[in-house]
C-alpha cells in the first residue's frame, strides 16, 4: 500500500513521551505577573481560565485542558504571592480560590498519566508509519532499479543492498504543538472596568517608540498556539441592534453606554451568549464601570467567559481612543481573541482589535489618560475572526440599579 507521506511525520508526535510532556508543562507554567494589575483581577481571571479548563475536559482536549490547569496551579501557587499588593485581595477570594486549586490539582496529575499514554501511543504509530515508509522506499527503489535498461559496460550505481536497510532520519525535534487551541502563557485578565473615551479621537503623532519585542505579551486562557491562530467568534446577529435599543435614552442625552460580551468555549468556536449592562457613569464621550463585582458574581454564577466589550458614540465616529485602547489591551491578555465592537450612532459600527504591534505598545505604554499614540504604525485593526449569526441567541442582562 502506497504511503501518504504527508501524513508520516507529524511534527507534534515525533518526540517520546516523557520529553514531549516536560515541554508542555515547561510552557504552560511560563506565567508572568504584571504589577500594574491589580490582583484581585488575576482572581477573577482565574476562574474564568478553570472554566474554560473544563470545558476543553469536557469535549476530550486533553492537552488544552492540561495546559490551563497548569497556568492556574503556576500563577496561584507560585507567582501570585510576588504581586506588591497580595495582601489586599479580599480573603473570601483567597478561600475560593483555594478550593479551586484543591479541585484543579487531581485534574491536571489525572490529565498527566492520560496524556502520557496519549502520547506512547501518538509516538508508537509514528514509528510504525516511519518502519512502513521505510519499507516502501526500499521496495520503490528496487522496483525502479529492476525498470531501468542493464548497460553491460557498467554496474548500477543505485543498486540497492537488502542487507543494508534504508534509514530515515527521524531524530526527535521540537514539537510544534500546533494541534493546541491556546493556553499560552502571561495573563488571562478578567473584564477591567471600561474606561473608555472617544475625545481623543485624533491621537497627536509621536515618535515611535522602542518596543522590547523580548517580552511580548501572551494568554493566559489560551492554550499555546501562534496569536494569528484565532478561534472564531460568534456574534448573535441581533446583539449591536438590541445594544442600541437598550442605549437609546442615554443616546439622546448624548451619553455613552458601555456593555460586556459574554460567553462559552464549544467546540473550538466562542460563543457570545450574553449581553451584560454593569452598574456605570457616562458622559459624552466616556463610560466608567461601577460595582463591578455584580458583574463577576453573575458571570461565575452562569459559567460565562469575558469575549469583549461594546460602547457607543453617540455623535462620533467610530474609532479607539488612547483610554480605550488601553481598555481593550486588558481583555485582549486575557483571551486574543477579545473584541471590542463600537456603535457610532450617525456612523457605522464597528468590530476591533489590536494588532500584533499594538499588543507591544500598550503592554510597554505607562501614560494614562488621553495622551498620544504613534499613527506611523496600526495598533488597532478591523476584527476579521467574528462570524455573524442571526440564528444564535442573546440574553441580555441589565444589572444597572437606576437605568435611563
Known amino acids: 500500500m502506497e504511503m501518504d507521506e504527508d501524513n508520516v511525520t507529524d511534527k507534534t508526535i515525533v518526540l517520546d513521551p516523557i520529553s514531549r510532556l516536560k515541554i508542555v508543562t515547561k510552557q504552560a507554567s511560563e506565567v508572568e ?10 482572581y477573577k481571571s482565574g476562574l474564568q481560565m478553570v472554566r474554560m479548563a473544563n470545558v476543553y475536559l469536557e469535549e476530550g482536549a486533553l492537552e488544552n485542558a492540561f495546559t490551563l490547569y497548569i497556568k492556574f496551579m503556576t500563577l496561584f501557587l507560585e507567582k501570585i504571592r510576588n504581586h506588591p499588593e497580595f495582601e489586599k485581595v ?32 501518538e509516538y508508537d504509530r509514528y514509528l510504525k508509519d516511519v518502519k512502513r515508509r521505510e519499507k516502501f522506499m526500499r521496495n520503490k527503489m528496487v522496483i525502479d532499479e529492476k525498470s531501468k535498461p542493464s548497460v553491460q559496460s557498467a554496474p548500477a550505481k543505485n543498486s540497492v543492498n537488502n542487507s543494508q536497510p534504508l534509514k530515515l532520519n527521524i531524530n526527535p525535534v521540537p514539537p510544534l504543538l500546533e494541534n493546541l487551541s491556546y493556553p499560552n502563557s502571561d495573563t488571562f485578565l478578567p473584564p477591567a472596568p471600561f474606561k473608555n473615551s472617544s475625545a481623543d479621537k485624533s491621537d497627536l503623532k509621536s515618535s515611535k517608540p522602542i518596543i522590547n519585542r ?27 441592534s ?9 443616546t439622546d442625552l448624548n451619553i455613552e ?22 452598574e456605570q457613569v457616562g458622559t459624552c464621550d466616556s463610560c466608567t464601570t461601577q460595582r463591578e463585582e455584580d458583574l463577576f458574581d453573575y458571570q461565575e454564577q452562569h459559567d460565562l467567559i469575558t469575549l ?13 481612543s488612547s483610554v480605550d485602547l488601553h481598555t481593550h489591551y486588558a481583555y485582549q491578555r486575557m483571551i486574543p481573541e477579545a473584541i471590542a465592537i463600537v456603535c457610532a450612532v450617525n456612523d457605522n459600527n464597528v468590530f476591533y482589535c489590536l494588532t500584533d504591534y499594538g499588543l507591544y ?9 488621553f495622551h498620544p499614540h504613534p499613527t506611523d504604525n496600526n495598533i488597532y485593526t478591523e476584527a476579521k475572526h467574528i462570524k455573524p449569526d442571526p440564528r444564535a441567541s442573546l440574553e441580555i442582562v441589565d444589572l444597572r440599579r437606576t437605568k435611563r
Request: charged share 20%.
Open 33 to 42: 505577573i504584571d504589577n500594574n494589575i491589580p490582583p484581585i483581577r488575576y
Open 90 to 121: 479580599p480573603k473570601s477570594d483567597k478561600q475560593v480560590n483555594s478550593q479551586k486549586l484543591k479541585e484543579v490539582l487531581p485534574k491536571a496529575e489525572q490529565l498527566k498519566k492520560q496524556l502520557l499514554a496519549q502520547y506512547e501511543e
Open 214 to 240: 523580548s517580552s511580548k505579551p501572551s494568554f493566559l486562557v489560551c492554550p499555546n498556539v501562534p496569536p494569528s491562530k484565532l478561534r472564531i467568534v460568534i456574534v448573535p446577529g441581533n446583539l449591536v
Open 242 to 250: 438590541q445594544f442600541l435599543l437598550l442605549a437609546r435614552k442615554n
Open 257 to 278: 453606554t458601555g456593555g460586556i460580551l459574554a460567553g462559552k468555549l464549544k467546540r473550538e468556536q466562542l460563543l457570545i451568549t450574553h449581553l451584560l449592562v454593569p
Open 308 to 320: 469583549g466589550w461594546i460602547h457607543t458614540h453617540p455623535t462620533q465616529t467610530a474609532f479607539m
Open 361 to 369: 505598545f500598550i503592554s510597554n505604554c505607562t501614560q494614562t489618560g
